[in-house]
């Protein structure tokens, strides 16, 4: 099998589980983080320049582009018979390519929010901390696992040029969609022997591992909350800050 077909999966049972077909933060990743700064930011221009019935054609067309890119790493997998449960979209960037699509259906507040605060960081995150490794850049899991990860960045992104603005009353929202979706797929883990969410072990994942390195391997996910924690403080804290500043201007 051609190596642009090989899931990292194939790679790390082929090579070993601990083979890298490129290393965290050097060339390779950064100037993949570098382009995909550029397109984020050149995107937001463009974006900005459209009217409102362009916007939302735009917000479509990204939508559908999402969709596509999740069904080829579906069809890639299972044409070249290396499927397997990991692969469901249950992890939270997978499961908020739906909220993406919910919200284009409907353009109601919840998803919206879910989308800034959950899938914005989360997809940057994992751009940072990639579990691709095994595969190299010309690869089809390798390439999907970075279009989808910034195509999850680049919608929030441009709900906010649109006019969007984060709002922590509607965290405890938030926060009951995380836990809610976060009890059953812990368990479902269990049982297919799967580790969505990065919650039943630390599966190749540098963050993951991160946490194990600072709280011991069985205590890792006690460093999550404390992420969140700091991940809200940061995403609501500007908009905040400048709530104030308006009302004390008036």
Not at 163 to 183: C, E, N, Q, S
Not at 201 to 222: K, M, P
Request: glycine share 8%.
């Amino acid at each position: 099998m051609s190596d642009f077909w090989k899931t990292p999966a194939t790679f790390m049972l082929e090579r070993g589980s601990g083979y890298k077909a490129f290393s965290l933060f050097g060339p390779v990743h950064l100037a993949e983080l570098g382009a995909g700064a550029a397109f984020l930011a050149l995107s937001c221009l463009l974006f900005a320049r459209l009217d409102k019935a362009g916007r939302r054609r735009a917000l479509v067309l990204l939508t559908a582009v999402m969709l596509a890119d999740e069904v080829v790493k579906y069809l890639g997998s299972i044409c070249t018979g290396q499927w397997i449960w990991s692969y469901l979209p249950l992890h939270l960037c997978s499961i908020n390519i739906f909220v993406c699509l919910y919200n284009t259906l409907t353009d109601r507040r919840w998803p919206k929010e879910v989308l800034y605060l959950l899938g914005l960081p989360g997809a940057l995150i994992a751009l940072l901390s990639p579990g691709w490794q095994a595969a190299p850049v010309w690869n089809l899991m390798h390439l999907h696992s970075v279009t989808i990860h910034l195509f999850l960045m680049l919608y929030p992104l441009l709900l906010l040029v649109d006019g969007y603005r984060p709002d922590p009353k509607y965290l405890p929202g938030v926060l009951g969609f995380l836990i809610g979706a976060a009890i059953p797929i812990y368990f479902l883990n269990k049982v297919l022997g799967t580790n969505f969410f990065f919650i039943n072990g630390t599966d190749n994942n540098a963050l993951a591992s991160l946490l194990a390195g600072i709280f011991g391997a069985d205590r890792y996910l006690l460093g999550y909350p404390l992420i969140l924690a700091a991940v809200i403080a940061l995403m609501y804290a500007p908009w905040l800050v400048l709530r104030r500043r308006r009302k004390a201007a008036k």
